[in-house]
């Protein structure tokens, strides 16, 4: 299970540990890669990028966006997302990702949406127009809402 941890990064799922804001590179895929292949990744705005699929998630890594792009200014890991397999979407994730308790993945979107009525951590996004929510991204510094 993924457990997202606003303010703080994300539980890695098998006790592969926790991937902390403002970690640096090295440390996050090696905390990463104890659960799946890292991979070259690319975010604009951001020094370093990496990705890795788990089960059917894909997970998505991004650091150092301090004067780049749009983003604001955050030494070491800034971001962080997971995205459902397009061809799952139909059901419930194969892991869970869960946020003060609630499987984002595991449940219809309505379901989540009226769980956390008491609204988001301005550090977190949902997306997913379909049944079930197809991502999520939390990030170090508050993302603006027209993102």
Known sequence: MFELLPEVGMRLPDGAGILR????ERAAQWAVATIADVRD??????RWA????YQSLT?????????????Q?????AGIGLTR????????????VALSG??????PTAEVSDALKEGLPPTLRLSGEGAYLSAVSL???PVPVES
Do not use: K, N
Request: proline fraction near 8%; charge should be negative.
């Open 73 to 77: 200014d955050t030494p070491g890991l």
């Open 85 to 96: 397999d397009p061809f799952t979407l139909t059901g419930p994730s194969a892991c869970p």
């Open 102 to 107: 609630i499987d984002l993945f595991g449940y």
């Open 21 to 24: 804001f403002g970690m640096d």
């Open 50 to 53: 990496f990705s890795a699929q």
């Open 41 to 46: 990744g690319w975010v604009c705005g951001a």
């Open 139 to 141: 990030h170090a510094e």
């Open 59 to 71: 997970l998505d890594i991004y650091g150092d966006t301090a004067g780049r792009g749009s983003h």
